[in-house]
Nanobody
Framework: QVQLQESGPGLVKPSQTVSLTCTVS??????????WTWIRQPPGKGLEWMGA???????YYSPSLRSRSSISGDTSKSQLTLQLRSVTPEDTAVYYCARASGGLAGLYDYWGQGTQVTVSS
């Protein structure tokens, strides 16, 4: 059973950089045809796919967030990191990490519980 756990600062100020971590347990982040993704849900809105990192290390980003996002992986810790720069209140959301099996359009079969990020001065 793969488990994902997100962690982050909770509250950040506008213009700052928020860094979120996803720890993967009971599985390697480098095995299989897997993409580790970040998805967020602003209050009252639907899910927004932000980006992903493949087990090869290749990264993929939503065009709308590409200029402000960086996703990296630390295989020794089985952790993924999302950095989002120059945040605004519109970045307030619950942020999830999820595993996509069989490709970015594949099955999102494991999800973390999500971590709340609030952008406010």
């Amino acid at each position: 059973q793969v488990q994902l756990q997100e962690s982050g600062p909770g509250l950040v100020k506008p213009s700052q950089t928020v860094s979120l971590t996803c720890t993967v347990s009971s599985g390697s982040i480098t095995s299989g045809y897997i993409f580790w993704t970040w998805i967020r849900q602003p209050p009252g809105k639907g899910l927004e796919w932000m980006g992903a990192i493949a087990n090869s290390g290749s990264t993929y980003y939503s065009p709308s967030l590409r200029s402000r996002s960086s996703i990296s992986g630390d295989t020794s810790k089985s952790q993924l990191t999302l950095q989002l720069r120059s945040v605004t209140p519109e970045d307030t959301a619950v942020y999830y990490c999820a595993r996509a099996s069989g490709g970015l359009a594949g099955l999102y079969d494991y999800w973390g519980q999500g971590t709340q990020v609030t952008v406010s001065s």
